[in-house]
């Protein structure tokens, strides 16, 4: 069983940066591929990034690469989301994911966060 809190949410101005964190419980942590992903209102959850169990892979939906870098330290139980050049329409609740399969953790992940809000005034 995996339980993922996320934080690091907020307000913002355009071009500006946050850092998401996602502290994670559980055994199985160390063993698991963890991703982010959005939602915004009114529309669906879409995918933002994913890692590997080791931090040895990363994907990026392509509207964040270059700007959103995802890692993590396995010894802290956290993973990140660095958010750099942001934008108004990057605001959404950004949540937390994992998987034990790298594929499904970019699309149907078994464990969710709650969401940390992110919000980019222009």
């Known amino acids: 069983q995996v339980q993922l809190v996320e934080s690091g949410g907020g307000l913002v101005q355009a071009g500006g940066s946050l850092r998401l964190s996602c502290a994670a419980s559980?055994?199985?942590?160390?063993?698991?591929?963890m991703g982010w992903f959005r939602q915004a209102p009114g529309k669906g959850r879409e995918f933002v990034a994913a890692?590997?169990?080791?931090?040895?892979?990363?994907y990026y939906a392509d509207s964040m690469k270059g700007r959103f870098t995802i890692s993590r330290d396995n010894a802290r139980n956290t993973v990140y989301l660095q958010m750099n050049s942001l934008k108004p329409e990057d605001a959404a609740v950004y949540y937390c994911?994992?998987?034990?399969?790298?594929?499904?953790?970019?699309?149907?992940?078994?464990?969710w966060g709650q969401g940390t809000q992110v919000t980019v005034s222009s």
């Open positions: 890692i590997g169990s080791n931090g040895g892979i990363t």
């Open positions: 559980g055994r199985l942590f160390k063993n698991v591929p």
């Open positions: 994911a994992a998987d034990p399969a790298l594929g499904k953790v970019t699309s149907t992940p078994s464990y």
